[in-house]
């Protein structure tokens, strides 16, 4: 017994192009990852307003300083943030402004 598709060939067809898969869909996968824990948005939105050392972010949201740099360095390798030194003191920031509007449109969807 064949199942009957209700959709039409065209319908299938793009679909079947537009869903990600492969890689792309492990990158979407991967990006949205980085919202699941509540520590790296903190985090993320305390970059979002000014770079900031591992010392200043601990303090500013009581957060081990251990973990701190635990998570920046997860972030720092998925590319999200990046680092620059200056003297002895290592500042960061988020590389661009997409995580901050993606957060911002989660804080918009559930209407807060």
Same mark, same amino acid.
């Given at each position: 017994?064949?199942?009957?598709?209700? #959709?039409? &060939? $065209? @319908?299938?067809?793009?679909? $079947? !192009?537009?869903?990600?898969?492969?890689?792309? #869909?492990?990158?979407?996968?991967?990006?949205? %990852?980085?919202?699941?824990?509540? @520590? &790296?948005? $903190?985090?993320?939105?305390?970059?979002?307003?000014?770079?900031?050392?591992?010392?200043?972010? %601990?303090?500013?949201?009581?957060?081990? +300083?251990? @973990?701190?740099?635990?998570? #920046? &360095? #997860?972030?720092?390798?998925?590319?999200?943030?990046?680092? !620059? &030194? +200056?003297?002895?003191?290592?500042?960061?920031?988020?590389?661009?402004?997409?995580?901050?509007?993606?957060?911002?449109?989660?804080?918009?969807?559930?209407?807060?």
């Amino acid at each position: 017994m064949q199942d009957t598709m209700l #959709l039409d &060939r $065209r @319908t299938k067809e793009i679909v $079947r !192009e537009y869903v990600p898969n492969g890689d792309v #869909l492990d990158g979407i996968v991967c990006f949205f %990852s980085i919202f699941a824990d509540p @520590t &790296r948005v $903190r985090m993320l939105s305390a970059l979002a307003i000014s770079e900031m050392c591992v010392t200043d972010l %601990s303090r500013v949201l009581d957060i081990n +300083q251990t @973990t701190v740099s635990h998570q #920046l &360095r #997860l972030l720092k390798n998925l590319g999200i943030v990046k680092s !620059e &030194r +200056q003297g002895k003191i290592i500042f960061y920031s988020l590389v661009n402004d997409t995580v901050n509007d993606v957060m911002l449109k989660g804080v918009e969807f559930l209407g807060f």
